[in-house]
């Protein structure tokens, strides 16, 4: 017996559930922003370094190897589970129960991050540093598990002509939410005398901003939807899911071959974007000297700068089209990866390169999701946008794994940039590829009033 399928709804989500979809990006974007990009490299670090080392298993791992080498566990895990739990989420109808769940968990594992210091009682130094990174991995992947069910909801709340605005708004708002946490940690920061002490407040206090803003936003005004597809007679959710995902393969190949050309250049052009955004702050305090301070107000004007970047290139999408809007991003991010491995020797410069990567991030990414979101069966979204986030905010895997393994066998940061290069370099050569308009209508959806 075969799963049915519903007729699409007829209504997308009103002002209110619009408003509180943006908001889980505000709640969230701490986690990104002063966890994984800003405070924790640089911390797990400097600990490996107090330790000579990470030794694990009787080997020994290169201090600024261990950051790079969790966020690339923590996305194979996701590479793992993520697109069998759309899957099932497709079926259950428990798209919200997911957000809030995966959403909690992730915001206590980042909370309890505030204990990892150095000479911790009973774990040590070396102790420290592990489970920091096991806590990473583990916030890293609930994370990811909260934007699936996050990103499945665009198409139930926005029509297909306002996904651009839609999308481009919730990164925008995000970054507003994780540039204003990072500004009162730069405050906290520069008060208090014990560095480490105002670090571990700082981790702790993205899970915390994460789990009060997704109580009083998305766990208020989001609605749960009803699944479109009902389960088979005879089938669990697991043995139908497994099920289903080697069927979705097949389809995804089969009958919407346009949508798998976007993904493949998707997950290869957007890993090259999060390698660029995990490692940014390492590169600049191996490479460069920079303090946490200097880290924190760059990232801090990252943040604010790239709300502009990504509601800009929203209209720029209107003008001529999400696919050629990205493809332009493309360039400007393959020119920040020669800029910095050629000319950034000075910190002053880091201010340049920083404007440049804020203008062109919110935008690259929020028409992506967008883009995505024209390109799959109206019944499927979850399940499809569990493939999509193997690569998603803070989630390289491939790019992390290539720059930790190029870290342990040179010792530099420099070199380990020139593999950055080819990540951008796949994407403009395999999007101009992709039909948009014949993958929008090959998913069962209309193109009309769409900028292509």
């Keep these: 017996m075969t799963a049915t399928t519903a007729s699409p709804p007829s209504a997308y989500g009103d002002r209110r559930e619009v408003r509180g979809w943006t908001m889980y990006d505000w709640a969230n974007s701490a986690f ?17 370094k107090t330790a000579g080392g990470v030794f694990i298993l009787g080997r020994t791992i290169e201090p600024g190897a261990f950051f790079p080498a969790c966020v690339s566990i923590s996305v194979v895990l996701q590479v793992l589970f993520l697109p069998l739990l759309g899957t099932v989420v497709d079926y259950t109808g428990h798209k919200k ?35 920091g990174g096991l806590l990473l991995i583990g916030a890293n992947l609930a994370f990811g598990m909260s934007i699936v069910a996050y990103n499945a909801y665009l198409p139930d709340i926005a029509a297909p002509h306002d996904r651009d605005a839609v999308s481009s708004r919730g990164w925008a708002i995000g970054y507003l939410g994780g540039g204003l946490l990072l ?49 088979p007679h005879g089938e669990t959710f697991l043995s139908h899911g497994v099920k289903e995902l080697w069927r979705t393969l097949h389809e995804i190949r089969s009958k919407y071959p346009e949508t798998l050309r976007y993904l493949i250049a998707y997950l290869i052009y957007n890993d090259g974007i999060q390698t660029v ?87 690259s990414q929020a028409l992506s999701r967008s883009l995505f979101s024209q390109m799959i069966p109206r019944d499927k979204e979850t399940e499809y946008f569990g493939f999509y986030e193997i690569s998603e905010r803070g989630t390289s895997w491939v790019g ?47 193109p009309n009033g769409v900028v292509l």
């Design 32 to 48: 990104s922003t002063t966890v994984v990009t800003t405070f924790l490299g640089p911390y797990l670090e400097s600990l490996a």
């Design 97 to 131: 129960r997911l957000l809030l769940t995966t959403a909690y968990l992730g915001a206590m594992a980042t909370m309890l991050l505030f204990f990892i210091r150095t000479d911790m009682p009973v774990l040590g130094t070396n102790g420290a540093v592990i489970l």
């Design 183 to 231: 500004a009162l940690n730069l405050v906290l920061f520069q008060t208090m005398s014990d560095t480490s002490l105002a670090v571990r407040v700082s981790l702790a206090s993205a899970g915390v901003w994460w789990l009060v803003f997704t109580y009083l936003f998305p766990h208020r005004t989001l609605r749960q939807h009803t699944p479109e597809r009902t389960l």
């Design 277 to 363: 955004i995990v490692v940014a702050t390492l590169f600049a305090a191996g490479e460069l000297g920079a303090s946490a301070s200097t880290l924190v107000i760059l990232v801090l004007l990252i943040q604010f700068v790239a709300f502009f970047g990504a509601l800009a290139f929203g209209r720029l999408a209107l003008r001529i089209g999400a696919k050629r809007s990205i493809l332009i991003s493309l360039v400007l991010w393959s020119g920040v990866v020669i800029y910095a491995y050629a000319l950034l020797y000075e910190q002053w410069q880091l201010w340049i390169l920083g404007v440049i990567v804020a203008l062109v991030l919110g935008g």
């Design 400 to 446: 992390t794994a290539v720059f930790a393994l190029a870290v342990q066998l040179t010792g530099n940061m420099r070199v380990a940039l020139i593999s950055l290069i080819i990540f951008f370099v796949a994407g403009l050569i395999l999007l101009p590829f992709v039909n948009v308009r014949k993958a929008i209508v090959d998913a069962g959806n209309d």
